[in-house]
């Protein structure tokens, strides 16, 4: 495909569910972020990848988030224990390597709603 | 820690007017600073990107501005048309590595 893809693109689950979202970069870009934009929000920075590795996680809220990425291209969020305040727009980007001299590129989103 | 404000929140002008948004950050130590545009219920399209040793960037009836001993942006939209009515997000790299800082936006609405 031409741009970023998410899937899937709405998920309704319950309180202490486990969700995982997937993430589909432009073919050929190394570098990987997920963001959250909550109801009236800027998205805010949650994870970056290099390749397969994370390299920041420092905007994961607590441990119940996780994200992978074994191949270096398709990656996975995954939240543990679902509360109603993971309710939001979840959004990844990528671009051609990492660093502010590149234009990031963002999917449609997906948007959760814990019950 | 850097953060980024938006003026104003949200914008209605008719049809044919000439606006700018606004953006300030506070750590004038910016990489660069890339302007988005969000429809509802949709991701971001990347508008402009500009790099920190440049002054300004232009893309048909856009053009953004950064002056970064001010810690401001701005971007300007010539000739406004209703289908440029969507939430316009601007963001500034936190960190070498390409992390974005987003504004909560400003919402534009223009009127046929």
């Known amino acids: 495909g031409a741009g970023v893809s998410q899937t899937p693109s709405n998920k309704v689950t319950e309180k202490g569910k486990y969700v995982e979202l997937r993430c589909d970069p432009i073919s050929g870009h190394t570098a990987l972020y997920w963001y959250r934009q909550s109801l009236g929000q800027g998205p805010e920075f949650l994870i970056y990848f290099q390749g397969t590795g994370a390299a920041d996680d420092s905007g994961l809220p607590n441990d119940r988030f996780f994200a992978v990425r074994p191949e270096g291209s398709v990656s996975t969020l995954k939240i543990q224990r679902t509360e109603r305040g993971d309710s939001a727009v979840y959004l990844c980007?990528?671009?051609?390597?990492?660093?502010?001299?590149?234009?990031?590129?963002f999917g449609p989103g997906t948007r959760l709603l814990v019950l | 820690k850097q953060e980024v404000t938006q003026i104003p929140a949200a914008l209605s002008v008719p049809e044919g007017e000439n606006l700018v948004l606004n953006c300030s950050f506070t750590d004038s130590a910016i990489y660069n600073l890339q302007w988005f545009r969000q429809d509802p219920g949709k991701g971001l399209t990347s508008l402009l990107l500009?790099?920190?040793?440049?002054r300004e960037q232009t893309s048909g009836r856009l053009n953004a501005s950064l002056d970064k001993s001010s810690g401001r942006s701005t971007l300007y939209i010539a000739a406004s048309q209703p289908g440029d009515s969507a939430t316009y997000l601007c963001?500034?790299?936190?960190?070498?590595?390409?992390?974005?800082?987003f504004g909560k936006g400003t919402k534009l609405s223009v009127k046929p």
């Open positions: 980007a990528s671009s051609r390597v990492p660093g502010t001299l590149e234009t990031q590129y």
């Open positions: 500009i790099q920190s040793s440049q």
């Open positions: 963001a500034g790299f936190g960190g070498s590595q390409g992390n974005l800082i």
